[in-house]
């Protein structure tokens, strides 16, 4: 059984650009939720994808955005990047809406705004 | 490793011995607890998992101790072993409906072949 699947797995970008970020579930999962990861701020939750709806948002800025289509798998995009989102990025699925009890991490994309 | 922060706690261990991992959270709402494992390059790993019901859960080689009048959490490992080199995180969450974890800040564990 595949895992999730987090594309690409290193991305380098340039301050003011915007990046798109791929994550597909498990099979079967219809939940996806991302995480930001800095040494700095740790783990943060960004947001959580349910039947192709944001069921809940994290404390970040507007700039953070996500999507999730009618196949589970799901894309967030950064706008106008700063040097701060370096970061790594992870997404988690689950079955159920919240199901945070099954949630799997994918291995996550390393962003790196210069 | 890409989860290694500057401050985050280390703990170094002897290869066969008993290792220790603390945590204290900070939302007495919370009644669910997980501890991941996170190794470099990969995301996080389930381990073990508690409710706020028990204060005792255990695992193949490891187990989770919850103290809700401190708001602690620990997790121990029974006879550590090289492959338990990683990052170990606690998570809690407030349950159904919550949709979200929120993390510690990470203990990175060596262990000393």
């Known amino acids: 059984k595949a895992g999730v699947t987090q594309t690409p797995r290193y991305l380098i970008k340039t301050r003011g650009q915007q990046v798109t970020l791929s994550c597909s579930p498990i099979s079967g999962h219809r939940s996806v939720s991302w995480y930001q990861q800095t040494p700095g701020q740790g783990l943060q939750f960004l947001f959580e994808y349910f039947s192709e709806t944001q069921r809940n948002k994290g404390n970040f800025p507007g700039r953070f955005s996500g999507r999730q289509f009618s196949n589970s798998r799901s894309e967030m995009n950064v706008s106008t990047l700063e040097l701060g989102d370096s970061a790594l990025y992870l997404c988690?699925?689950?079955?159920?809406?919240?199901?945070?009890?099954?949630?799997?991490f994918g291995s996550g994309t390393r962003l790196t705004v210069v | 490793g890409e989860n290694v922060g500057l401050h985050l706690p280390t703990l170094s261990v002897q290869e066969g011995d008993n290792s220790i991992i603390n945590c204290a959270y900070s939302n007495s709402a919370s009644d669910y607890f997980i501890w991941y494992k996170q190794e470099s390059g990969k995301g996080p790993q389930f381990i073990i998992d508690?409710?706020?019901?028990?204060d005792k859960r255990q695992g193949q080689r490891v187990t989770v101790l919850l103290n809700k009048t401190v708001k602690h959490l620990s997790l121990q490992i029974a006879a550590t072993q090289p492959g338990d080199s990683a990052v170990y995180f606690c998570a809690e969450t407030s349950g159904a409906g919550s949709y979200q974890l929120t993390f510690g800040k990470g203990t990175k564990l060596s262990v000393i072949p």
């Open positions: 988690a699925s689950s079955t159920e809406q919240g199901a945070i009890y099954g949630y799997t």
């Open positions: 508690i409710r706020s019901n028990m």
